[in-house]
């Protein structure tokens, strides 16, 4: 009897474990840097978005901002951080001006490093910083883009439309995982693109 109880509560349990977000289970070995990589931008809601700032007094300086991010649906992740963007925003101005910009996610964000004990600055509590461009996506990558960014974040589909919001990816060129200790990891574009998450 109780075997039977522990079948028939076992797919319940795998369906909790699989929808917790940034459960344990999830992450990927830490020695398998392009896969952590992947897990983390896919586990992420948000991050922060570094950009050369364009204004005054700042001019030319560092300027880093909170973005509701999303690489694809639950368990549909693609690896490219879409973003929901108008140029009313300070740090779209920015972009105007110089695409280029950092992006950085932390799995301090989901409850995965609060339940190990292991604090945001702790390479265990693993964070990606990527480096790229920012661009406007066109074509078909508008429907994979609005399908990412609106299944995540369903607010999004009623912001004010004469906000005149746009879809954009960051175009990967760089990426560095802190996940444990010894410094940091790098792992190429090809890679992460190439990691089954
Ligand atoms: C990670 O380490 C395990 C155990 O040592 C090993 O079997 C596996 O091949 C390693 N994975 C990678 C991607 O290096
Ligand atoms: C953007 O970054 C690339 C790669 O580091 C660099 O070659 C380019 O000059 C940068 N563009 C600007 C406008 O700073």
Redesign the pocket.
Request: hydrophobic content about 45%; glycine content about 0%; cysteine-free.
């Given at each position: 009897m109780a075997a039977l109880g522990v079948s028939l509560w076992a797919p319940v349990l795998v369906l909790a474990l699989a929808l917790a977000p940034g459960c344990l289970a999830g992450l990927p070995p830490r020695n398998d840097t392009a896969r952590v990589a992947r897990y983390v931008i896919h586990e992420c809601d948000w991050g922060a978005l570094a950009t050369?700032s364009s204004h005054s007094p700042v001019t030319g300086q560092p300027f880093n901002n909170v973005f509701s991010v999303s690489d694809g649906s639950r368990r549909a992740g693609t690896g490219t951080p879409y973003f929901y963007l108008t140029a009313m925003e300070i740090s779209v101005q920015d972009l105007q001006v110089?695409?280029?910009a950092s992006f950085t996610a932390s799995l301090a964000q989901t409850h995965y490093c609060k339940k190990e004990g292991f604090d945001p600055q702790s390479p265990l509590c693993a964070h990606v910083i990527l480096?790229g461009?920012i661009q406007q996506v066109s074509g078909t990558e508008i429907d994979t883009a609005k399908l990412a960014l609106f299944t995540r974040h369903p607010e999004m589909a009623s912001w004010p439309r004469d906000h005149n919001w746009f879809f954009a990816k960051l175009n990967i060129?760089n990426i560095w995982l802190l996940d444990y200790f010894g410094g940091i990891k790098t792992v190429t574009p090809e890679e992460y693109y190439k990691a089954k998450p």
């Open positions: 050369i110089n695409p280029n480096f461009n060129m």
